[in-house]
């Protein structure tokens, strides 16, 4: 079935550095990949998406390339602000299987000043 | 426009009493979701609705009841309430098509001691 593999937080980084939080996944078809973020307190909302592959998302400074060769929609950030904190999520959409998305477990992301 | 709204926002319970969490949706979608979100568990599906008169069960369904009332409205009931629901509460809606986004309401937070 379909799934996505995203790597175990916490990841603590400190303003200004370089942002990179992996993402792969496995599914039939021709998937939607997404990134959400969820700020403390909140529901999650889009950040970025990709719908075919080659695809770049992004949106507020974050990046993600849709990757088929290597199933891969890796999330990256050129320099982190400490209001980019939250927890971070790959989901993917697909036409085939059960239900329509998929999330992977999160990664928090803690920034210091 | 409102988006996906919840009520309630935080509920605290006495093992097996019983409640109703609602959400709306004013986005004129098809599919309404359920999900429940654990420490380091990520999202976990419970129930959806694919379109207004169906309901499905997600990965995590024992213990609670579901109710599309409407095109806008999908209610989640938890008959008996059990310490391991203990849990924050996401209503979701995704457009029609695979590269949709999904919309999330604020949560619910519920404790039940």
């Known amino acids: 079935g379909n799934s996505v593999t995203q790597m175990e937080g916490p990841v603590t980084l400190s303003e200004e550095a370089f942002l990179t939080i992996n993402c792969t996944y496995t599914a039939t078809g021709y998937p939607s990949l997404f990134w959400y973020v969820q700020y403390p307190g909140e529901g999650l909302q889009l950040l970025l998406k990709?719908?075919?592959?080659?695809d770049k998302g992004s949106n507020k400074g974050f990046e993600a390339t849709y990757r088929k060769e290597t199933t891969s929609f890796h999330l990256e950030k050129g320099s982190v602000q400490v209001s980019d904190s939250a927890v971070y999520f790959c989901?993917?959409?697909?036409?085939?299987?059960?239900?329509?998305?998929?999330f992977g477990a999160g990664t928090r992301l803690f920034v210091k000043a | 426009n409102a988006g996906v709204t919840q009520t309630p926002k935080f509920q605290v319970l006495k093992t097996g009493q019983s409640m109703t969490l609602q959400c709306a949706q004013d986005?004129?979608?098809?599919?309404m979701y359920w999900y429940r979100q654990d420490p380091g568990m990520g999202l976990r599906l419970i129930y959806y609705?694919?379109?207004?008169?169906?309901?499905d069960k997600g990965e995590v369904p024992n213990g609670y009841n579901v109710s599309r009332l409407n095109k806008r409205e999908f209610s989640l009931r938890l008959e008996s309430a059990a310490p391991s629901q203990t849990s924050v509460y996401f209503c979701?809606?995704?457009?029609?098509?695979?590269?949709?986004?999904?919309?999330f309401g604020p949560g619910t937070r519920l404790t039940v001691l």
């Open positions: 979701a809606s995704p457009g029609l098509a695979v590269g949709d986004t999904q919309y």
């Open positions: 609705s694919a379109s207004e008169g169906t309901t």
């Open positions: 989901a993917l959409n697909s036409n085939t299987g059960g239900f329509k998305t998929i």
């Open positions: 990709a719908t075919k592959a080659d």
């Open positions: 986005m004129n979608h098809n599919s």
